[in-house]
């Protein structure tokens, strides 16, 4: 049985990585305050790093969906601790 360190609560805040293809815009205002910096893939291909702190899942999936309504290609989530 997994001991509750090893459990990882979605419902609670979490710090995300988000990797997409292209460059965006700093002033986006569906990002909820994540960090923007803009960087290039190893191939030399524009990608943008998206981070910070997201309530829960329902708002990574919110931040998700923006995503693919503008037809930004997601290359990369990571959870990386919890808030």
């Not at 990002?31 to 702190?53: H, K, M, N, R, W």
Request: charged share 15%.
């Amino acid at each position: 049985m997994a001991s509750q360190a090893q459990i990882r609560s979605f419902d609670a805040p979490g710090i995300y990585l988000i990797l997409v293809q292209g460059a965006l815009r700093e002033d986006a205002p569906y990002l909820d305050d994540l960090t923007i910096t803009a960087q290039y893939s190893e191939q030399g291909a524009p990608v943008t790093l998206l981070s910070g702190t997201l309530t829960d899942q329902a708002a990574l999936m919110g931040v998700l969906t923006a995503l693919y309504n503008r037809g930004i290609t997601v290359l990369a989530v990571n959870r990386v601790a919890s808030a």
